[in-house]
């Protein structure tokens, strides 16, 4: 039987940190239970000695499954029970990657109005409709720093002879962010043994790239269309015969496909600063931190 993918509502606004309208709330298709830990050394067989966490998944969400780098959006889901109000606090939320299932991980809390009520059935909880509210500091921080490693990607391409770097992977962490390409920075820009100019070019490119405040677009193109936009070829990884055409960001005009959130324009980010760079097996990692 095919599962029913949730649509991932978060793509279309970065700003959207609730969803309590009539038409954005979103439906629980599965409540799953997870991890038992003991909350105290009482009888082994007595329940109430126990906390469980659970993964909720959605028809649709606004909350950003953890991935290309980004982490997770953390946030709270109000479910509308039909007698009562829940409240699910949630800190990890992942995709799966076979069923395009959203999972939001996390645990219960009863709203205080509502302490009375009977012990909580999960099970009745499918098919019941809930807003969610994600951590808008959380949120922005992330776009930040997401945007912030493409923009990283267009100053590096801007120092004569990096160009040649190939982006493999990113990080886009607040406490460890980077980016990392195949190839040689030092090789490639011929500067081989003076790290801090290079570092100090591609800083130079970032502070131009901040000022010029570009707008950052997020657009689903037709495969050959987004090929072009990423400067002629596309990652193995997106396929010309995929159901969905492929997401790309470009930033300063430049294209990459990508499904992270971001913000609206370069002049965001405030200041964006590479603060490192390391070569190993033929690969160079550029560390960036940003000013939130
Ligand atoms: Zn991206």
């Not at 954005?24 to 082994?44: E, P, R």
């Not at 801090?196 to 130079?204: A, G, V």
């Not at 010309?240 to 960001?249: S, T």
Request: net charge negative.
């Amino acid at each position: 039987m095919r599962t029913l993918k949730t649509e991932l509502a978060y793509l279309r606004d970065t700003y959207a940190f609730t969803s309590s309208s009539s038409d954005d709330v979103s439906t629980v298709l599965d409540v799953l239970k997870k991890t038992k830990k003991k909350t105290n050394d009482d009888d082994d067989d007595d329940e109430s000695c126990y906390s469980y966490c659970y993964e909720i998944v959605l028809d649709k969400t606004i909350a950003y499954p953890a991935g290309g780098g980004q982490p997770s959006d953390v946030g709270t889901m109000i479910l509308i029970d039909t007698n009562t109000r829940w409240m699910f606090d949630f800190d990890e939320v992942r995709m799966d990657k076979e069923t395009k299932q959203v999972l939001h991980r996390g645990t219960f809390r009863r709203r205080k109005e509502d302490e009375d009520d009977d012990v909580f059935d999960v099970d009745e909880m499918k098919g019941k409709t809930c807003s969610i509210e994600i951590d808008e500091n959380v949120r922005m921080a992330h776009a930040k720093m997401h945007t912030a490693g493409h923009l990283l990607d267009v100053a590096v391409a801007r120092v004569p002879g990096l160009e040649k770097l190939v982006a493999t992977k990113g990080s886009h962490g607040v406490a460890d962010a980077y980016v990392e390409y195949k190839g040689n920075a030092r090789t490639f820009s011929g500067i081989e043994d003076d790290d801090e100019k290079l570092i100090r070019l591609m800083n130079e490119h970032l502070e131009k790239l901040i000022e010029q405040n570009d707008v950052v677009k997020a657009e689903y193109l037709a495969y050959e269309d987004a090929k072009r936009a990423c400067g002629g070829s596309l990652p193995s990884y997106v396929s010309p015969d995929a159901e969905e055409a492929p997401r790309v960001v470009t930033v300063a005009g430049y294209g990459c496909p990508c499904g992270g959130t971001h913000v609206k324009s370069s002049k965001e980010l405030k200041r964006v600063t590479a603060v490192g760079f390391r070569v190993k097996k033929g690969q160079t990692r550029i560390r960036y931190k940003v000013d939130i």
